[in-house]
């Protein structure tokens, strides 16, 4: 496969900022989306990464990805921040970017 780069830059209310192949956000919980390619992806290499948003810092998070799991045109991609208080606050809506390499 050699598609090219999808790329996204997403608010951590889920609105899609900026995107290159990605067609759609759905935030379905504390930290968690669905993010639409406009390809198939199984099989390609993804990076993600906490970012700030607008010049703010959002402080220490991380992020996991899960890719195919839903269809082969739809990347997880979960938030979170790890020293929360507890563990109900873990998931937590944070603005992030991600690539897939395809």
Do not use: C, K, Q
Request: proline content about 5%.
């Amino acid at each position: 496969m050699s598609d090219g780069t999808l790329w996204a830059r997403v608010g951590s209310d889920g609105t899609l900022l900026a995107s290159s192949g990605i067609t759609a956000v759905n935030r379905f919980g504390n930290g968690r989306y669905n993010l639409t390619t406009n390809r198939n992806i199984s099989g390609s290499s993804v990076i993600a990464t906490i970012n700030s948003a607008g010049g703010d810092d959002p402080g220490p998070g991380s992020s996991s990805i899960l890719v195919g799991e839903v269809d082969g045109n739809t990347l997880f991609v979960r938030t979170a921040t790890p020293s929360a208080s507890s563990p109900g606050h873990v998931d937590d809506d944070r603005p992030f970017s991600v690539a897939i390499f395809s």
